[in-house]
């Protein structure tokens, strides 16, 4: 599904990603873990396409083709979701509107025509009922005003409407009560399946609870230092990150 | 002869026996070409839509003073903030009084124009700053250019301030029938230095006072200049006062203007952001009643990028006053990331009383936070009766509100004596005694 | 009269020359310049009764003594007016054969809009040989109205047929003398719509200059006076989003509304007349007056879209005479290139309990100016006056400017103002967000731009709405680079 080679972002003359590789198979869930600062938004903003960053050498292959010249809404187009960790504001336009214009400019790059507004109309039904999201809700101007659980919550609603092959979940448990938590992971796991592959991204091993990974990577200082399987994460809330600095260190 | 043709047919009387080699000479005779030109302000400009100096005009003033007045100290003490230590430049009806004044030259200037102008030591600081940011244009700055001669020079230099807050109070003592003033304050502070001003216009007696003050401040990069300015004068003394604030890299510059006297007042308070991360504060509380008129004209020019300005003017106006708030934001295009806000809030008292406001933004720039807001209201009846639920008789509840009203701006006074004495005018005008500070 | 026949041929002969592709020009044209003569002979062209006639010369003497304003916040070479013809009888005969003769930008824009070829061919000007929908719709319309005792018709047609209602009304709300356009309108208007409801009636539809585009002409000087009586409803929508192409480059309109006791009237207007081409060369000078009076518990609501004129000079305004009557201005501005806009409200409370409410939107690219300039007036006599005013633009890119001076005054302590302002960009935030999710820069701007401007979209009524949206995604089209 998703590899990286040898991957290198900076932004303004200073590299944040120094050689990130990693390899995410359909049907898997990736875990990347790190203390603050290590890389792990801007490598979800950089394979997002976010054009702040500068990316020197390296390659993102999404189903072997090449991401780089590609722009942040082809991304999408081919399938790339980034659930962010600070949803913006947009005044004036409702939840509903927006996943309309989303869904249907997506169908468009696939040469489809629009989503006829029944099932748009069902759809929406069934994701929102999913997520324990009022109606009331998707009238409102996106993220304007929303609590941070309720945008956490907006943005998983956002890909189960429009069901990538590749989903980017960059700390969503944040600003999250243990109920909304679970929510969302539930979301999070039927959305699962053996066509699409999920990274998570998170500080605390918490939601891993919840979302349970295939794979856990260790991001520290631009580069993924260490790489486990679930085991890995309880170790992270168990002994923290110093070791791992200290290892990386030698 | 009316009071322009009297003015202009004045200033070669008045330039005689000054020196005409000096450069300011030339300043002066330009100066008095534009008042010529443009005359006094009239309703059809839109920058004095809602004030007239008509009826000012019509009075016949006396331009100098015929006679040196001494005034006993403990008679106008209580015009002074005199429960702190201050350095102090006092005229009386324009003339510099030493016997009331405390000046310094102990490692910053704390002095008088009129040495400036004349003396060789100062030349420097003239030639670089003297009308400088104040307009050429503008014609009530050009009349007092004109006759630019006597007021409060103030200079820090660089990393220093001076030992305590200075006075500046011009007294007038009703010696003339009618007396116009023109004072000029020159005050700079250069890099990373501070220093506290309070000015204030004081009319002694009954008789008509028509003062056209014109102050320049600069600031230079990191400094710190707090100017407040207290018009609680007679009902009979007007005051049009022009200032103009040039300041440099990261300095920071408040004025608080505190109206609550006087016949006619207009400010022209104008900032000029030349630098970057400046940061600009104006705020003003104005109550009035009678007759009075009160018009607040300021402008903030943000000319670079990174910098902030406030501004927050509250008034409350009763009997037949009436209040004007002109407020311009300027953002130029290169001055990106600009944090501008304004706020104008007015409450009427009564029906007699009549509010202008006018906050204007004109942004160039497209990364820029910028919002103004007005409001002109009541007191909050439901708050009203909260209070007097709990047992407070409405006049006080009233005054309360007032209080609140206007705290904000208090607030961010930084000598704590003047609050209080602000504090004390505004109880005197809301006609209550306080239980109770803020 | 003053002219003869050959010095009119005369004028014919420049005009030809001046548009070459008018083969048959109509020998209806006045020559160019303006005295009272030229004055005269519109209105005697008009057949107008002699009432009209010395309206027309009082309006054009006041003129004669005023002067252009210059206060608005907008600088253009000002018109010569000795150099413009004042009256031009509609132009009967179509302009093109088929549409190929059309310009193709302007069948593009048309086509963004989602406008009917047939509804193309009738806006560009372009025969038609079947009998156009329009045309039975306004029929069939037109009777619907008369059953109601409606009236709606030019202001032409009112002045032959309802005397005593024109007579009465006009001028009342906007005087001749009120301002420079306004009193060379009242001079030289052309033509314009009249519209009447009769007391207690709601007019069951939208009425709309749209359909008798064919039918009239819109004119130069156009002048519209609506009236609504006792308790009656109406809502009026003027002007259409396709581009309108004119070669007068002058536009001064006036627009009188009266909403008498409980009557209530809503104006929409979406503007889109030609802005010049993106270097500034050309368009349309827009300087309308238009004022509503409203009597006890009557209500006033003008809605605008406002994308087009080169530069624009506009106030809807609404006198609260009556006491708890309301007034409301709804506005969205859009400048672009180097269009100028000086545009706002006035909201003059007279009456106790009057109410009022102001929302503008104004929205700047390329190296546009766009200004907003309203004043809220409370009078001694006005008790419990409310006003609500908020102003928000929004810059993109920054060779454009965004303004705003709004003047409130107030004179009754009972007074309740508020009036908040903003000034924004589209956030780089907040288009990558939209692009992330698979929306492109340029749709995800419209889509902003909307959202920014929902509240005023939302007032204007449905099928208005979806046209004015799609209006502003083409304005804005190209300003971000």
Redesign the interface.
């Known amino acids: 599904m998703l590899e990286i080679k040898n991957l290198h972002a900076s932004v303004e003359d200073k590299e944040i990603l120094k050689g990130i590789n990693l390899k995410v198979n359909a049907g898997e869930v990736h875990a990347i873990m790190g203390p603050n600062g290590s890389g792990k938004s801007t490598l979800a903003e950089v394979i997002a396409g976010q054009e702040e960053f500068e990316v020197g050498e390296g390659n993102i292959l999404l189903e072997g083709e090449d991401l780089e010249e590609l722009s942040p809404e082809e991304r999408a187009h081919k399938g790339v979701f980034l659930s962010f960790q600070y949803p913006v504001e947009i005044p004036g336009v409702s939840v509903t509107n927006f996943m309309k214009t989303a869904i249907n400019e997506s169908r468009k790059a696939q040469g489809l025509e629009d989503m006829p507004a029944s099932e748009m109309l069902k759809k929406i039904r069934e994701k929102s009922e999913m997520l324990e999201i009022d109606r009331k809700f998707l009238s409102r101007s996106l993220n304007e005003g929303f609590s941070g659980g309720e945008k956490k919550r907006n943005e998983i609603f956002q890909m189960a409407m429009m069901e990538p092959k590749l989903a980017i979940l960059d700390e969503t448990d944040s600003g999250l009560d243990i109920d909304a938590l679970r929510i969302v992971a539930n979301g999070v796991n039927k959305l699962r399946s053996k066509d699409n592959a999920i990274i998570v991204i998170t500080h605390y091993q918490r939601l891993l609870e919840y979302i349970i990974p295939d794979f856990v990577h260790v991001l520290y200082n631009g580069k993924i230092v260490k790489s486990g399987t679930k085991e890995l994460a309880l170790e992270l809330e168990e002994k923290g990150y110093d070791w791992l600095k200290e290892e990386a260190a030698v | 002869m009316d009071l322009k043709e009297k003015l202009v047919s004045s200033f070669m009387a008045f330039e005689d026996g000054l020196d005409l080699d000096h450069p300011v000479h030339e300043e002066r005779s330009n100066a008095i070409k534009n008042f010529e030109t443009k005359g006094f302000p009239t309703k059809k400009d839109?920058a004095w839509k809602y004030t007239s100096l008509k009826g000012l005009q019509k009075i016949d003033f006396s331009i100098f003073p015929k006679q040196e007045t001494t005034l006993e100290y403990k008679d106008v003490k209580k015009y002074f903030l005199h429960d702190i230590d201050t350095y102090k430049i006092v005229f009386v009806d324009g003339v510099y009084s030493s016997y009331l004044s405390e000046t310094t030259h102990d490692g910053v200037d704390v002095c008088l124009m009129s040495s400036a102008f004349s003396k060789p030591m100062f030349q420097q600081v003239i030639e670089v700053y003297f009308n400088k940011a104040a307009s050429k244009d503008e014609s009530l700055t050009s009349l007092n250019t004109a006759f630019s001669k006597e007021g409060a020079y103030i200079y820090i230099p660089k990393n220093k301030m001076p030992k305590k807050p200075i006075q500046i109070l011009h007294l007038a003592t009703g010696n003339e029938a009618a007396l116009m003033l023109q004072p000029r304050n020159l005050i700079v502070a250069e890099d990373n230095a501070e220093v506290q001003i309070i000015e204030r216009h004081q009319s002694l007696t009954g008789n008509e006072v028509f003062t056209n003050s014109v102050t320049e401040i600069f600031a230079g990069k990191d400094a710190i200049v707090d100017y407040y300015k207290v018009q609680n004068d007679a009902p009979t003394a007007s005051l049009v006062d022009n200032t103009y604030i040039s300041q440099k890299d990261k300095s920071v510059v408040r004025v608080h203007t505190f109206s609550l006297g006087g016949k006619l007042i207009r400010n022209n308070l104008n900032f000029y952001q030349n630098g970057e991360r400046i940061d600009s504060t104006l705020k003003g509380i104005t109550i009035l009643g009678d007759k009075q008129h009160v018009d607040h004209h300021t402008l903030v020019h943000h000319a670079q990028p990174n910098c902030e300005s406030h501004q927050d003017y509250k008034g409350i106006f009763g009997d037949s006053s009436t209040g004007v708030f002109n407020g311009k934001i300027i953002v130029d295009?290169i001055a990106?990331k600009t944090d501008a806000f304004q706020q104008n809030n007015?409450i009427?008292?009564?029906?007699?009383?009549?509010?202008?406001?006018?906050?204007?933004?004109?942004?160039?720039?497209?990364?820029?936070?910028?919002?103004?807001?007005?409001?002109?209201?009541?007191l909050d009846e439901e708050a009203l009766f909260y209070l007097r639920s709990r047992g407070i008789p409405k006049k006080e509840a009233k005054a309360l509100m007032m209080y609140a009203f206007a705290n904000n701006v208090l607030e961010s006074v930084r000598i704590p004596e003047l609050k209080a004495r602000i504090n004390k005018i505004i109880a005197e005008k809301l006609g209550v005694r306080m239980g109770f500070d803020l | 009269m003053a002219y003869t026949e050959e010095e009119l041929k005369k004028e014919l002969e420049t005009k030809e020359y001046e548009y070459g592709f008018y083969t048959d020009i109509e020998s209806d044209t006045l020559p160019k310049g303006l005295n009272e003569d030229i004055v005269i002979a519109i209105s005697k062209k008009k057949e107008e009764p002699e009432w009209m006639t010395e309206w027309r010369l009082e309006a054009f003497r006041a003129w004669k003594e005023m002067e252009e304003p210059e206060?608005a916040n907008v600088t253009y070479e000002k018109p010569d007016f000795q150099n413009i013809s004042y009256y031009s009888a509609p132009n009967k005969k179509p302009k093109y054969n088929s549409l190929d003769e059309v310009d193709p930008e302007l069948l593009e824009t048309f086509k963004k809009l989602g406008i009917s070829v047939d509804e193309q061919k009738k806006l560009a000007g372009v025969a038609v040989d079947i009998v156009m929908d329009s045309v039975s719709v306004a029929t069939t319309f037109k009777k619907t109205l008369a059953e109601k005792g409606i009236i709606f018709c030019s202001i032409s047609e009112a002045i032959q047929e309802h005397p005593e209602l024109v007579k009465k009304y006009l001028g009342t709300v906007v005087p001749k003398k009120d301002n420079f356009y306004a009193a060379l309108n009242s001079a030289v208007f052309s033509d314009g719509s009249f519209c009447y409801i009769p007391k207690g009636v709601r007019c069951p539809m939208e009425l709309s200059t749209y359909f008798r585009i064919n039918q009239a002409g819109t004119g130069q000087f156009e002048r519209t006076l609506v009236i609504a009586e006792e308790g009656s409803y109406v809502s009026y929508l003027e002007g259409c989003t396709a581009p309108m192409r004119d070669e007068n480059q002058l536009h001064a309109a006036v627009v009188e509304l009266i909403a008498l006791d409980n009557a209530e009237i809503k104006y929409s207007t979406v503007q889109n007349w030609y802005p010049g081409n993106n270097e500034g060369k050309g368009g349309v000078f827009n300087f309308v007056t238009k004022r509503g009076l409203c009597e006890k518990n009557a209500k006033i609501s003008w809605t605008q879209v406002e994308t087009g004129s080169a530069v624009t000079w506009k106030y809807p305004s609404c006198v609260l005479k009556g006491d708890n009557s309301i007034g409301e201005f709804y506005s969205i501005a859009v400048t672009n290139n180097f269009q100028q806009a000086d545009t706002g409200t006035k909201m003059i409370h007279l009456g106790k309990n009057t109410k009022s409410t102001i929302i503008s939107k104004g929205i700047s690219a390329g190296q546009s100016q766009n200004s907003y300039r309203g004043l809220v007036q409370?009078n001694?006599r006005a008790e419990n006056a409310r006003n609500f005013s908020q102003c928000d633009?929004l810059?993109?890119?920054?060779?454009?400017?965004?303004?705003?001076?709004?003047?409130?005054?107030?004179?009754?302590?009972?007074?309740?103002?508020?009036?908040?302002?903003?000034?924004?960009?589209i956030g780089e935030d907040q288009i990558f967000y939209c692009n992330q999710r698979g929306i492109d820069t340029e749709k995800a701007i419209a889509l902003i731009v909307n959202g920014f401007s929902k509240e005023v979209l939302n007032k204007l009524p449905m099928e208005f709405a979806v046209e004015a949206q799609k209006l502003l995604e083409i304005s804005l089209e190209g300003s971000v680079g």
């Open positions: 839109e295009k990106q007015n009427l008292l009564s029906d007699r009383s009549t509010i202008n406001s006018k906050p204007q933004l004109e942004i160039f720039a497209d990364d820029v936070k910028c919002s103004h807001g007005c409001t002109i209201g009541q | 206060w409370v001694s633009s810059l993109m890119g920054n060779r454009c400017g965004a303004h705003t001076f709004p003047y409130i005054e107030a004179k009754n302590k009972t007074a309740q103002i508020e009036h908040e302002a903003t000034t924004s960009k």
